[in-house]
């Protein structure tokens, strides 16, 4: 089995453009401590490379929840698997998610975030495909649009495989 992987998002492009949302998240948390909820483990290399570039006092933390078996379809079926260590109670919260797909998993875990009272809840996602939304999801910090392709590399997984691509790509399955 060879997979192939298109090139779609080089990763000057990628890197570039975290840069421009982490000047973003400074600017509009001046004077104020954010607290990063990195989602596991699709943002994990996202969110390193973000917190890396917002000039704030900075918590990091992590939560992982299930909403993918092993193949490209949503189940549907959200699952905590690790909560995060800290509470974010009266804390500004930024969720850290690498991309919005049809919205489940987002629209839980903020959810779920919320009933913590955090003084704000805000989304930053990497990537979106709206057209394959269902539930109601906005992402106050976007990277960048995708098409409704399979994409993998910098995080993002197909069955385990290519989170440590440095760009991101479309897989073109092998079947
Ligand atoms: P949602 O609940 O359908 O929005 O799915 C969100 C999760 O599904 C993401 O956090 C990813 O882990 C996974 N996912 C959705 N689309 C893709 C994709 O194109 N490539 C890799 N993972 C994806
Ligand atoms: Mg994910």
Do not use: W
């Not at 400074?26 to 996202?46: H, N, P």
């Not at 959810?111 to 913590?116: D, P, S, T, Y």
Request: with cysteine; glycine share 6%; hydrophobic share 40%.
């Amino acid at each position: 089995m060879s997979d192939k992987i298109r090139v779609l998002l080089p990763e000057e492009e990628v890197v570039k453009r975290i840069r421009e949302i982490g000047k973003q998240i400074t600017e509009d948390y001046r004077g104020e401590e954010v607290f990063l909820i990195c989602t596991l483990k699709g943002a994990s290399l996202f969110a390193c490379e973000l917190a890396k570039r917002i000039d704030l006092p900075l918590t990091l933390d992590f939560i992982a929840v299930a909403s993918y078996g092993s193949g490209t379809q949503s189940s549907g079926e959200v699952r905590m698997i690790k909560d995060l260590d800290e509470s974010i109670e009266g804390k500004n919260v930024i969720v850290v998610e690498d991309i919005v797909d049809t919205g489940r998993t987002l629209s839980y875990l903020l959810e779920m975030m919320k009933k913590r009272n955090p003084k704000s809840l805000k989304l930053c996602s990497l990537l979106d495909k709206p057209e394959r939304r269902v539930v109601d999801v906005e992402v106050d910090y976007k990277g960048f649009e995708v098409p409704d392709l399979f994409v993998v590399g910098y995080g993002l997984d197909y069955a385990q495989k290519y989170r440590n691509l440095p760009y991101v790509g479309i897989l073109e399955l092998d079947v």
